[in-house]
């Protein structure tokens, strides 16, 4: 395994938060093989603070680099790496942190690392992108639904039982094996002093896999650049997400072929189920399937949209689509599904439906369709939601006042 160490120097900066005791960040990610969401975070919050004057220093490594490993071996380093512990430990001694903050740790980092941050007396900060500390599979979703059986076990035999990990029950067992290694070892209670969910329903679910919910903080994601509001818009909804059974693009189609006018809907994104997204595209009047846009597209997009739909099936843990088009002043029309509820208000910020449902989706399409005036206002109403609550400000607030609790944890 290659790790990747890129550290800076200590900036002058006016701002008061840059303290003796946080002006050093070390933010630590394992990268997987397709980017994603957690990727996107990991440098977003890096950039965040050095923007404020702090020097970050990344160590990272790469799914990509697994290539053939021996499969034992990689069993082994992803519940104890040795190897990883004793790299970040050297990084540790060189660039001497205030703070560590993880975000992802599967397979190659491990939970070893934690480990070597106490023995250099750092503070650990953990944030939460999934499930994975209850689910080997990290999503709660499993056949078309949700799944909590491995929710609370001590070793998640259902998930090894089923393959849920990209099919395999070997490897789903050994993330089984991980979890439970660690919450008898006292790991996940004794060496991460604070932990980060991005919604209060996410704690919930992480404190019943066995999380500590004293050392578990709230802070979701943020939009940043702000991309201003928009002041034009066009007839279309719109969708932007993977094609996959989850994020509830079958719903969505169900519910267009079932409002039987000519909706216009476009759809932005790619995956699994791009087959038959393009064979609706075909055959349902209104719409069209736009493939993977850029991410000033998909924000010029969302501003030009009448609403923007967010139909997840799964237990979503925040919704950074919705505070996407917030961030636009568009409003959103969400499943009540996980966290989105917490994100979009009913009636005053977006339309929230049953989980899904299609005939309920398509009801809220139309009463959207004869409501204009009303989603102007829910759309103003999203904008002021954005900025009292996901602005790179208010999320960099957030996330010094976490930072503080984790080094008061440490003395």
């Given at each position: 395994?290659?790790?990747?160490?890129?550290?800076?120097?200590?900036?002058?900066?006016?701002?008061?938060?840059?303290?003796?005791?946080?002006?050093?960040?070390?933010?630590?990610?394992?990268h997987?093989?397709?980017?994603?969401?957690?990727?996107?975070?990991?440098?977003?919050?890096?950039?965040?603070?050095r923007?404020?004057?702090?020097?970050?220093?990344?160590?990272?490594?790469?799914?990509?680099?697994?290539?053939?490993?021996?499969?034992?071996?990689?069993?082994?380093?992803?519940?104890?790496?040795?190897?990883s512990?004793?790299?970040?430990?050297?990084?540790?001694?060189?660039?001497r942190?205030?703070?560590?903050?993880?975000?992802?740790?599967?397979?190659?980092?491990?939970?070893?690392?934690?480990?070597?941050?106490?023995?250099?007396?750092?503070?650990?900060?953990?944030?939460?992108?999934?499930?994975?500390?209850?689910?080997?599979?990290?999503?709660?979703?499993?056949?078309?639904?949700?799944?909590?059986?491995?929710?609370g076990?001590?070793?998640?035999?259902?998930?090894?039982?089923?393959?849920?990990?990209?099919d395999?029950?070997?490897?789903?067992?050994?993330?089984?094996?991980?979890?439970?290694?660690?919450?008898?070892?006292?790991?996940?209670?004794?060496?991460?002093?604070?932990?980060?969910?991005?919604?209060?329903?996410?704690?919930?679910?992480?404190?019943?896999?066995?999380?500590?919910?004293?050392?578990?903080?709230?802070?979701?994601?943020?939009?940043?650049?702000?991309?201003?509001?928009?002041?034009?818009?066009?007839?279309?909804?719109?969708?932007?997400?993977?094609?996959?059974?989850?994020?509830?693009?079958?719903?969505?189609l169900?519910?267009?072929?079932m409002?039987?006018?000519?909706?216009?809907?476009?759809?932005?994104?790619?995956?699994?189920?791009?087959?038959?997204?393009?064979?609706?595209?075909?055959?349902?009047?209104?719409?069209?399937?736009?493939?993977?846009?850029?991410?000033?597209?998909?924000?010029?997009?969302?501003?030009?949209?009448?609403?923007?739909?967010?139909?997840?099936?799964?237990?979503e843990?925040?919704?950074?689509?919705?505070?996407?088009?917030?961030?636009?002043?568009?409003?959103?029309?969400?499943?009540?599904?996980?966290?989105?509820?917490?994100?979009?208000?009913?009636?005053?910020?977006?339309?929230?439906?049953?989980?899904?449902?299609?005939?309920?989706?398509s009801?809220?399409?139309?009463?959207?369709?004869?409501?204009?005036?009303?989603?102007?206002a829910?759309g103003?109403?999203?904008?002021?939601?954005?900025?009292?609550?996901y602005?790179?400000?208010?999320?960099?607030?957030s996330?010094?006042?976490?930072?503080?609790?984790?080094?008061?944890?440490?003395?």
């Amino acid at each position: 395994m290659s790790a990747t160490t890129g550290c800076d120097t200590v900036t002058q900066s006016a701002n008061s938060a840059v303290t003796d005791t946080l002006a050093r960040v070390l933010v630590v990610h394992n990268h997987y093989q397709q980017p994603g969401g957690e990727d996107n975070v990991f440098r977003a919050e890096a950039e965040l603070l050095r923007r404020r004057g702090h020097a970050v220093c990344e160590y990272t490594v790469d799914n990509a680099s697994i290539g053939a490993a021996p499969q034992a071996r990689l069993a082994v380093e992803t519940v104890w790496s040795a190897g990883s512990a004793r790299r970040l430990g050297q990084v540790l001694r060189e660039f001497r942190p205030d703070v560590a903050h993880f975000h992802n740790t599967f397979p190659l980092i491990s939970p070893a690392a934690y480990y070597a941050c106490q023995s250099a007396s750092v503070a650990v900060v953990q944030t939460l992108h999934h499930y994975r500390w209850g689910c080997p599979k990290a999503t709660l979703y499993r056949g078309g639904r949700v799944c909590e059986d491995c929710l609370g076990k001590l070793v998640a035999w259902p998930g090894a039982v089923h393959g849920c990990y990209r099919d395999s029950r070997a490897t789903s067992a050994v993330i089984g094996v991980m979890n439970a290694t660690h919450r008898l070892l006292g790991t996940w209670q004794a060496r991460v002093n604070r932990y980060i969910a991005l919604s209060q329903f996410q704690r919930s679910k992480l404190m019943a896999a066995g999380l500590p919910g004293q050392r578990i903080a709230v802070k979701g994601n943020f939009v940043d650049p702000d991309p201003g509001p928009s002041d034009c818009r066009e007839s279309y909804l719109l969708y932007v997400g993977r094609l996959i059974p989850e994020k509830g693009i079958l719903t969505l189609l169900k519910a267009w072929r079932m409002l039987g006018e000519d909706v216009p809907l476009k759809v932005v994104g790619d995956g699994a189920l791009a087959g038959e997204v393009a064979r609706a595209a075909a055959a349902i009047p209104g719409v069209e399937w736009l493939g993977s846009r850029t991410s000033a597209e998909v924000l010029d997009l969302m501003g030009r949209a009448q609403a923007v739909i967010v139909p997840s099936e799964w237990h979503e843990p925040f919704g950074l689509v919705a505070i996407e088009a917030f961030a636009k002043g568009t409003p959103v029309i969400a499943a009540r599904a996980g966290a989105l509820p917490e994100i979009v208000e009913h009636g005053h910020t977006g339309l929230l439906f049953a989980r899904g449902s299609a005939e309920d989706l398509s009801a809220s399409v139309r009463w959207a369709a004869g409501h204009a005036s009303d989603l102007e206002a829910m759309g103003r109403a999203a904008r002021q939601s954005f900025e009292r609550s996901y602005t790179s400000e208010r999320n960099y607030a957030s996330l010094i006042g976490i930072y503080r609790q984790a080094l008061v944890s440490t003395r």
